[in-house]
Nanobody, 121 residues
Framework: QVQLGESGGGLVQPGGSLRLSCAAS???????MGWFRQAPGKEREFVAA????????HYADSVKGRFTISRDNAKNTVYLQMNSLIPEDTAVYYC???????????????WGQGTQVTVSS
């Protein structure tokens, strides 16, 4: 069992940046880690994922070039750097762990509780 806890969300103006963190309760070096998001009235969607060692990353087309996922296995922590934020990025952002690359919610094994990101002027 892995417990995940996100932090770093908040209110930011369009064009601004935020850095989300996801801290795990134990070692995550054997897990792919990912970020998903869910806007009001919409389904949860894939944002980004990173391989066990951090050598491979995957992004949704909507965030490619603006978001960067990274991990620090020594700290059992995953990050999501979000730049050039737009109102359409407003959502609850969730951290997830899986045994292999997961780009759909039902492929993930563990979830955090989520952190709200609001992009508005």
């Amino acid at each position: 069992q892995v417990q995940l806890g996100e932090s770093g969300g908040g209110l930011v103006q369009p064009g601004g940046s935020l850095r989300l963190s996801c801290a795990a309760s134990r070692r995550i070096s054997s897990y792919f880690m990912g970020w998903f998001r869910q806007a009001p009235g919409k389904e949860r969607e894939f944002v980004a994922a990173i391989s066990w060692s951090g050598g491979g990353t995957h992004y949704a087309d909507s965030v490619k070039g603006r978001f960067t996922i990274s991990r620090d296995n020594a700290k059992n922590t995953v990050y999501l750097q979000m730049n050039s934020l737009i109102p359409e990025d407003t959502a609850v952002y969730y951290c997830a762990a899986s045994g292999s690359l997961a780009t759909a919610p039902d492929e993930c094994d563990y979830w955090g509780q989520g952190t709200q990101v609001t992009v508005s002027s």
